[in-house]
């Protein structure tokens, strides 16, 4: 009997020991489970906030056209897009393949909720309304830092990289880029030709000079200022065409805003006047207007800094 007694004792003791081993294995189950979601979620940290992405984004918002333009070149698909001014050489992205999200200072956030997009881009224009994006979907804040320009467009540029698993396409399209940087820095080093860099609106003319919107020219290419002390701003600082006599630069760069934004351009016969025909810039037929979708619209994308570099380089 203390025998039969002792088996049962036995097996049952051997029976707990199974039902212990069983519940810890689905624990552990449980927590590489949770371990592996884990892994799965991306933290991009930036300015205004965090954005916690889940895997790969697979329906997209850009409300900035220079990530508009890197996502194309990498070949990553966008679900919705501010279509209001969307500029020439992206504009497929304004057909009815893809959402109209509203514009770059009105987003249309009824049609962004529709989307239930899995991450939405934005820059400085929208900044101010980050809370109402972040609400809808992970929204990461892009903008481009005129005072440390390179550093910022590479790191944006890497941060897009990383979201998609672009990260080797990203590195060799960016050693080419510090390679052809590298060459206009030999040219202009080699000059004392001072530069001055205007945009044109409405017969309306102001001045960017280092540090500023446009000022990559200076701080980055490496050519001299013709006024160092134009002030810094997001709108440049109001000039007469006296004022660009005055400075007389030997190379004088015009981007021409009413014609990036699809607006009637009278900028070229407004500032070519008796005045600016006196200075170096026009004598030598140094006057060059730059494509005011690049330099205005979607400065800081991988194809408009390809393309900047090159009308620099064309300049010189």
């Not at 039902?19 to 189950?29: F, I």
């Not at 529709?114 to 994006?133: E, G, K, N």
Request: with cysteine; aromatic share 8%; hydrophobic share 35%.
């Amino acid at each position: 009997m203390k025998k039969f007694t002792f088996l049962a004792m036995l097996m049952a003791f051997i029976l707990v020991l199974g039902a212990c081993g069983n519940d810890n294995a689905g624990e552990d189950k449980k927590d590489s489970g949770t371990s592996d979601q884990a892994a799965d979620t991306m933290t991009i940290e930036h300015e205004l906030g965090k954005a916690e992405i889940k895997g790969t984004p697979e329906k997209v918002v850009v409300f900035d056209f220079g990530i508009l333009d890197t996502l194309d070149e990498l070949g990553v698909e966008v679900a919705g897009v501010p279509q209001a001014t969307v500029p020439n050489y992206l504009e497929q992205y304004a057909s009815d393949d893809y959402t109209n999200v509203g514009s770059l200072k009105e987003p249309d956030f009824e049609a962004i909720h529709a989307l239930q997009p899995d991450v939405i881009f934005i820059s400085t224009r929208q900044a101010q309304l980050y809370d109402q994006f972040a609400e809808i979907a992970p929204t990461v804040y892009i903008p481009i830092d005129t005072m440390n320009y390179m550093e910022s467009f590479k790191e944006n540029m890497n941060t897009v990289a990383k979201i998609f698993g672009k990260e080797d396409e990203m590195n060799k399209e960016l050693e080419d880029i510090d390679s052809r940087v590298a060459g206009i820095q030999e040219k202009t080093s080699a000059t004392d030709e001072k530069a001055l860099i205007v945009l044109g609106s409405q017969s309306k003319v102001s001045a960017y000079g280092p540090s500023s919107r446009f000022g990559l020219i200076h701080d980055v290419f490496g050519l001299k200022p013709a006024d160092e002390n134009i002030e810094v701003s997001t709108h440049g600082q109001n000039i007469t065409f006296e004022y660009i006599l005055e400075t007389n630069p030997d190379i004088l760069y015009v981007i021409d805003r009413d014609a990036a934004i699809g607006e009637d351009s009278s900028v070229k016969a407004s500032l070519e006047n008796d005045l600016v025909q006196k200075t170096n810039a026009y004598k030598n037929d140094n006057i060059h207007y730059l494509n005011g979708e690049y330099w205005y619209l979607s400065g800081g994308g991988l194809q408009s800094m390809k393309e900047m570099i090159s009308e620099v380089e064309g300049s010189l």
